[in-house]
């Protein structure tokens, strides 16, 4: 049986909001609610932290949240999975799908980690991505990056520049991205594009090298948090989210219910 890996990349040192992953979002650590929502969609057969920080190791096991202690050196999340894919291997287990998960996306909905497993099946795509429609201040955001998709799904372009011109409306690419063993190999084979480095898009290294990425539609708006002000922003979003009580109580009593 083919076994599916997930990976949430994450770190203290982000240059626009550091200690980002730990930030509370409506009384949760922000890599929580990316972990939980992880787990209720049942699409990994394993799900893990990938840190180089050893506070977000001492964290995760405070919670039994299994995680991985990986080099600094990454700057890529990709690469930072490909090492925890490693850590694994070494250990006898072995997955055939990966999914990136980003640890800065809290919004995620389980059923969109779902379907972003799913479409592997019934195709030849080694690698999909998740995106969603996005107009207004967002166009013109540069934290945003948008992809050109065409009209078979499969992604053209990453950018962080408002496109198309004079549009009103574009695609915004989520974190959530979906690799088979050989596509995340093939990946962190490649060396630096100079596209994914003007743009600091990793998936860029692949279209400059002439991979297909196959587009797969979020069914809601997910704010990626990149600065102390998207919490706020976050909060609001999630004021009515049904999903929190769900996993609220798993994670702030003692003993933690997971040790029972």
Excluded at 122 to 140: K, T
Excluded at 141 to 155: F, G, H, M, R, Y
Aim: aromatic share 6%; charged share 25%; hydrophobic share 40%.
């Amino acid at each position: 049986m083919k076994k599916t890996l997930g990976v949430i990349p994450a770190r203290m040192a982000s240059s626009r909001f550091p200690g980002k992953p730990l930030k509370e979002i409506l009384g949760i650590p922000m890599l929580a609610h990316c972990y939980e929502r992880a787990i209720l969609s049942k699409a990994c057969d394993k799900l893990v932290i990938a840190t180089p920080d050893q506070v977000i190791i001492d964290w995760a096991d405070k919670y039994n949240i299994p995680s991985l202690l990986t080099s600094h050196a990454h700057e890529r999340a990709t690469e930072r999975a490909q090492e925890a894919l490693e850590i694994l291997k070494r250990q006898g287990e072995n997955y055939e799908f990966i999914l990136l998960l980003q640890g800065d996306e809290p919004q995620i909905f389980p059923e969109d980690i779902k379907n972003l497993s799913s479409a592997f099946h019934g195709n030849n795509f080694e690698i999909v991505n998740l995106v969603y429609s996005i107009n207004e201040d967002d166009l013109s955001n540069q934290n945003v990056v948008k992809a050109i998709i065409s009209l078979e799904s499969k992604i053209l372009f990453f950018t962080r520049s408002h496109v198309p011109h004079r549009s009103i409306q574009a695609m915004r690419q989520l974190g959530m991205i979906g690799f088979t063993h050989a596509g995340l190999s093939k990946y962190t084979k490649l060396q630096p594009t100079p596209l994914e480095e003007l743009e600091s898009i990793d998936m860029m290294r692949l279209i400059e090298n002439d991979y297909e990425i196959l587009a797969v539609m979020s069914s809601s708006p997910i704010l990626g948090v990149d600065n102390p002000a998207d919490i706020s922003k976050a909060e609001q979003m999630m004021a009515d989210d049904t999903l929190i009580s769900s996993y609220s109580c798993l994670l702030y009593t003692s003993p933690s219910p997971r040790d029972s």
